[in-house]
Structures are given as structure tokens and as C-alpha cells.
């Protein structure tokens, strides 16, 4: 089993504490998949970590995206190196890495301000005929709505290819990927779940997925539904990536066992590790 995560990666800055953090959307979900490896990083060539993970049956990760060649990109590429992710399609840029400004309330819920992002090399990053084999030939690839090369990705024909559509407010414009998408996941509010279980219906070869925080996650799939709790923590240090965890885990368990419910869960427990420390890996 082949994921391939694309194509942001950035450095998260926590003003308050005065802490930096490597992370992005891209590296968050690898991050997720990898820790789902029976035995952690792999050592070895790139061919003897594949062919040890065909014989186990782990899943076999890549990272494809522009990292600057400051300190935080090569701290991006030694963290994917670490979880055993397969890093030759991350390229590095002569520039800034990007960069996201995080804050924290005292419930440890996350929020952004207007100057929070800053787009550094990641703008630049460009799909070369290689990247776009690749695209073809893994059993998943997972981006963004954000990523502008969204179509470029579908037109380069993933097996399954997974959106995460953020806390963006439902819009008719979403509508035109849909038909291009097997797996939709957003940041969502109760009122907006009737929407999605009509989408659900009209694009029926869609799982989409609406994480609800501590209200856990809903899914629906051709019109049926299917609920998930929250795992409970003992405190919430941070939220920052938790959204990517969950969607990590539940892109693996997904693809081993085709059962939404086993997906939701895996997703939920993923999450609930993330919400325990600052920072998204």
C-alpha cells in the first residue's frame, strides 16, 4: 500500500511560547499514516524499505512539495526521514520555508490572525512529469483545497484521492471536484451535516467525513450515515493537527479494510494522541 501526501509543508510558529514546530497539512497526514507501521521507521535503501514493507503489509509513504533551504526545511525533510517517509519528491528551494503564525486559547483550541500565513518556496512548487508517475501509480493521494494544483493532481489519475476541504464554509464551487474525489474530509458545523448527506447522495462514490471536534465525527456514504465519538483526553494541550491525524489514520485503515466505522475510529484514537502535546508531529 502506496500514500502519497502533498504538497504543503510549513513551519508552525507559536508566538506565545515562542516555539517552532514543523508541520503543514502535507507532513501532519504522512506523519499520521507512517505511525500506523507496525514497527516505525524502516531502515535502508528506498528500495529495501519497500520491499520490507510489501512483506508486512505497512504502508509505504511519500511526501511531494517545496521546502525552503533554511533550518526549518531541512528540519521538515530529517522529521519525514525519522517515520520511515519516503522524502525524494520534497524539493528544496533556495528561500524561506513557509510559515504559519499559530495561537492558542487557554482550552488549548487553536486560531490564526490575518498575518499568520506566509506562503515562503511552497507557491512555486511545480508537478514534473516524475511527480506525476508517481501520482499515478500509489493507492492514495491526500492534498488540500488550498493546493492549487488540485486538478493538475486529479488529472494525473490517483487510484483514490482525498481533499481536505479545512473549516471552509460549504460553497457550490466545491462542487466542481467533486466528481474528481473519493474521500472528502472537513472541519464542520452540526447545521451543515444535512448539506453533506445530500452531496452524499448525489455523488455516491464519495465518503465524506465531518469532524465535529470534541462532538467526534459523522460520515456519510450514498445517503447512510455513520457516527464516531470523540476520544476523551485527560487535558487538550493543543489542536493543531489534529484534523490531519485523524485524516492519516483513517486514509489507512480505510484502504486495509474498505469499513468506514473501523476508518472513523482509527481516525478518532490518531486524533486524541495529537491533542496531548504543542505542535502537529
Known sequence: MKILTMSTFCVDYFPESDEAKVGGNALNVAVSCAKLNKSGGVGGSAAEQSACRQQTGEAEVFVMGNIGSDSFGTAIREKAAHHGINHEHLYTIEGETASNKVYLTADGDRYFKDDSWTNGVLRDFVISANDSTLINTVDAVATTINDS???QIANASPRLLS????????????????PSIDLFFVSAKSADLPLYKTWSREFPHIVFVATLGADGSVAFKGGEEFRCGAVEV???????????SYQGAFIVKYLTSGDISSAMRAGAESAAVTLGFVGAV
Open 163 to 178: 481533499v481536505d476541504f479545512m473549516d471552509g464554509t460549504p460553497c457550490e464551487d466545491w462542487r466542481e471536484y467533486f
Open 149 to 151: 494544483l488540485i486538478m
Open 234 to 244: 485527560e487535558k487538550v494541550v493543543d489542536t493543531t493537527g489534529c484534523g490531519d
